[in-house]
C-alpha cells in the first residue's frame, strides 16, 4: 500500500493506526513524503507500531511535486499483488483490506475496485462487521459524469500499466480510472463505506470541504418540536409546502410513543449542541425499516446526515437487525435518496413500497402492525 504525505504531522499517527489495525495487514507500506517542512517524516519514524513493521519504508521526492508523482513513487515501488492508496489524513475500515482483496481475487477480470466513503471531521469511525460485500462493475458510463472513486477506496492490480497524472491542481485519480476504462479495463464497485475522509472528498474548494465537528448519538427521548423544525427546513428548501409543520409535530409525538422501544432516532449535533440532522428507523425482529429523516440547510453543507445514518445503522445492529430495509426508495424513480442510504452502509434492500413518514396512506400499513404489536405486548 502507499501513503503519500506531505505536512501531515498532526493526521499520519490515525492513519498508520488505521492501516496496522486491519484484519488482513499488507504485504508492505510505503511511505512517499513530498518535501514536507513539518515533523511528519519524524512521526513516521518514531510511530511505536512501525518501530517493529519490517515491511515498512520511506521515500521522499527531490521537490515539491504533487500526489500524482508521490503516488506513482510508491506505486512502482511496489511488489504485492494488489496496491492500495490511503492518504495522510484519511483512515480505513479495519476489513477494508480483507474485504477488497478478496473481492478481486474472486473477480480476477477487474482490474481495480473503489467503494463508499465517509466524510466528517472526527477522529474515529462507527465500525460495522462484514460477512462478505456485494459487488457491481462499473464501466466508463459510470464516471462520465463524475468521479466515483475516492483514491483512499481505490486498491489495482499490479498488473495495470497506467499511472497517476503528475500535473499538479489536476484531477489526476479520476483521469486515471476514465483512461483504465477507456482502455477497457474492468472495475468493481462496493456500497460499503469502508474508508473514513476527514476532509473533503474531492479538494477543499466545494461545499464539501464546509466540513464542521459533526457527532452524532442515539436520541433517548426525541423532540417532535425539533424534528419537525428540520423537516420545515426540507420543505422550504424543496419548495414543496404540502404539510403543516406543526401538525406533523403533533403526528410524530403520537407515532413515537406508539412505537416505544421499537424506534430508534439518532441525531447529529455540531460541536454547539445544534440538531443538524435526524434519522430514524423501526424495528421488527430482525428487520429495521426505514422511517424518516430530516437534515437543516447547514446540515446538508457539512453531511450531518451521512454520519447519523451510519450512526443509525449501528445501532440498529446493536440491537439485533440484521437486516436493514431503505424504506421502499425507489432506485429508479428516487435514484438521489437511494443511493445515499446505500451508500450509508446499508447492504441489504428491498423495495417494498414507499412508508416513509412523509407518505402518511403509504405508511398506514407499517404503523398498523406496530400499533398492533403494542398492543399484544
Same mark, same amino acid.
Given at each position: 500500500?502507499?501513503?503519500?504525505?506531505?505536512?501531515?504531522?498532526?493526521?499520519?499517527?490515525?492513519?498508520?493506526?488505521?492501516?496496522? +489495525?486491519?484484519? %488482513? @495487514?499488507?504485504?508492505?507500506?510505503?511511505?512517499?513524503?513530498?518535501?514536507?517542512?513539518?515533523?511528519?517524516?519524524?512521526?513516521?519514524?518514531?510511530?511505536?507500531?512501525?518501530?517493529?513493521?519490517?515491511?515498512?519504508?520511506?521515500?521522499?521526492?527531490?521537490?515539491?511535486?504533487?500526489?500524482?508523482?508521490?503516488? +506513482? #513513487?510508491?506505486? +512502482?515501488?511496489?511488489?504485492?499483488?494488489?496496491?492500495?492508496?490511503?492518504?495522510?489524513?484519511?483512515?480505513?475500515?479495519?476489513?477494508? @483490506?480483507?474485504?477488497?482483496?478478496?473481492?478481486?481475487?474472486?473477480?480476477?477480470?477487474?482490474?481495480?475496485?473503489? !467503494?463508499?466513503? #465517509?466524510?466528517?471531521?472526527?477522529?474515529?469511525?462507527?465500525?460495522?462487521?462484514?460477512?462478505?460485500?456485494?459487488?457491481?462493475?462499473?464501466?466508463?458510463? !459510470?464516471? %462520465?459524469?463524475?468521479?466515483?472513486?475516492?483514491?483512499?477506496?481505490?486498491?489495482?492490480?499490479?498488473?495495470?500499466?497506467?499511472?497517476?497524472?503528475?500535473?499538479?491542481?489536476?484531477?489526476?485519480?479520476?483521469?486515471?480510472?476514465?483512461? @483504465?476504462?477507456?482502455?477497457?479495463?474492468?472495475? @468493481?464497485?462496493?456500497?460499503?463505506?469502508?474508508? !473514513?475522509?476527514?476532509?473533503?472528498?474531492?479538494?477543499?474548494?466545494?461545499?464539501?470541504?464546509?466540513?464542521?465537528?459533526?457527532?452524532?448519538?442515539?436520541?433517548?427521548?426525541?423532540?417532535?418540536?425539533?424534528?419537525?423544525?428540520?423537516?420545515?427546513?426540507?420543505?422550504?428548501?424543496?419548495?414543496?409546502?404540502?404539510?403543516?409543520?406543526?401538525?406533523?409535530?403533533?403526528?410524530?409525538?403520537?407515532?413515537?410513543?406508539?412505537?416505544?422501544?421499537?424506534?430508534?432516532?439518532?441525531?447529529?449535533?455540531?460541536?454547539?449542541?445544534?440538531? $443538524?440532522?435526524?434519522?430514524?428507523?423501526?424495528?421488527?425482529?430482525?428487520?429495521?425499516?426505514?422511517?424518516?429523516?430530516?437534515?437543516?440547510?447547514?446540515?446538508?453543507?457539512?453531511?450531518?446526515?451521512?454520519?447519523?445514518?451510519?450512526?443509525? $445503522? #449501528?445501532?440498529?445492529?446493536?440491537?439485533?437487525?440484521?437486516?436493514?430495509?431503505?424504506?421502499?426508495?425507489?432506485?429508479?424513480?428516487?435514484?438521489?435518496?437511494?443511493?445515499?442510504?446505500?451508500?450509508?452502509?446499508?447492504?441489504? !434492500?428491498?423495495?417494498?413500497?414507499?412508508?416513509?413518514?412523509?407518505?402518511?396512506?403509504?405508511?398506514?400499513?407499517?404503523?398498523?402492525? $406496530?400499533?398492533?404489536?403494542?398492543?399484544?405486548?
Amino acid at each position: 500500500m502507499v501513503i503519500p504525505t506531505q505536512n501531515a504531522s498532526q493526521t499520519i499517527g490515525r492513519t498508520v493506526d488505521s492501516v496496522l +489495525n486491519q484484519t %488482513l @495487514l499488507p504485504d508492505e507500506i510505503i511511505f512517499v513524503d513530498d518535501c514536507s517542512t513539518d515533523s511528519t517524516v519524524e512521526v513516521i519514524h518514531q510511530h511505536s507500531g512501525l518501530s517493529t513493521c519490517s515491511n515498512s519504508r520511506l521515500l521522499t521526492t527531490s521537490t515539491n511535486s504533487g500526489p500524482g508523482v508521490a503516488r +506513482n #513513487l510508491g506505486w +512502482n515501488e511496489a511488489g504485492s499483488e494488489f496496491v492500495a492508496f490511503l492518504d495522510a489524513d484519511d483512515s480505513w475500515h479495519p476489513q477494508k @483490506l480483507e474485504l477488497q482483496v478478496a473481492a478481486l481475487l474472486s473477480h480476477p477480470w477487474a482490474s481495480f475496485s473503489g !467503494h463508499r466513503y #465517509l466524510i466528517d471531521s472526527g477522529d474515529s469511525m462507527a465500525v460495522l462487521r462484514y460477512s462478505k460485500l456485494p459487488y457491481r462493475e462499473f464501466g466508463l458510463v !459510470h464516471f %462520465l459524469l463524475r468521479n466515483r472513486f475516492s483514491t483512499p477506496s481505490v486498491m489495482v492490480s499490479r498488473n495495470v500499466k497506467l499511472r497517476f497524472g503528475e500535473h499538479p491542481g489536476v484531477s489526476d485519480d479520476y483521469l486515471l480510472w476514465l483512461r @483504465l476504462l477507456a482502455r477497457g479495463e474492468r472495475a @468493481l464497485f462496493s456500497d460499503a463505506p469502508l474508508v !473514513h475522509l476527514h476532509k473533503a472528498a474531492y479538494g477543499d474548494g466545494g461545499l464539501s470541504g464546509q466540513q464542521r465537528n459533526i457527532s452524532a448519538e442515539v436520541w433517548a427521548s426525541p423532540d417532535p418540536e425539533t424534528i419537525a423544525r428540520l423537516h420545515r427546513d426540507v420543505e422550504t428548501t424543496k419548495k414543496s409546502f404540502t404539510t403543516d409543520w406543526r401538525a406533523q409535530a403533533d403526528a410524530l409525538r403520537n407515532v413515537i410513543a406508539c412505537f416505544g422501544e421499537r424506534i430508534v432516532v439518532v441525531r447529529a449535533c455540531d460541536s454547539a449542541g445544534e440538531v $443538524l440532522a435526524i434519522r430514524a428507523a423501526t424495528i421488527l425482529g430482525a428487520h429495521a425499516f426505514d422511517f424518516l429523516a430530516a437534515t437543516s440547510s447547514e446540515g446538508r453543507r457539512c453531511y450531518a446526515s451521512n454520519v447519523a445514518m451510519h450512526t443509525l $445503522l #449501528l445501532a440498529v445492529s446493536e440491537r439485533g437487525a440484521t437486516s436493514y430495509d431503505f424504506g421502499g426508495v425507489d432506485p429508479t424513480t428516487n435514484k438521489g435518496v437511494y443511493d445515499f442510504k446505500h451508500g450509508a452502509g446499508g447492504l441489504d !434492500h428491498r423495495y417494498v413500497g414507499e412508508f416513509e413518514f412523509v407518505s402518511p396512506r403509504a405508511f398506514k400499513p407499517i404503523l398498523s402492525k $406496530l400499533m398492533a404489536l403494542r398492543l399484544s405486548a
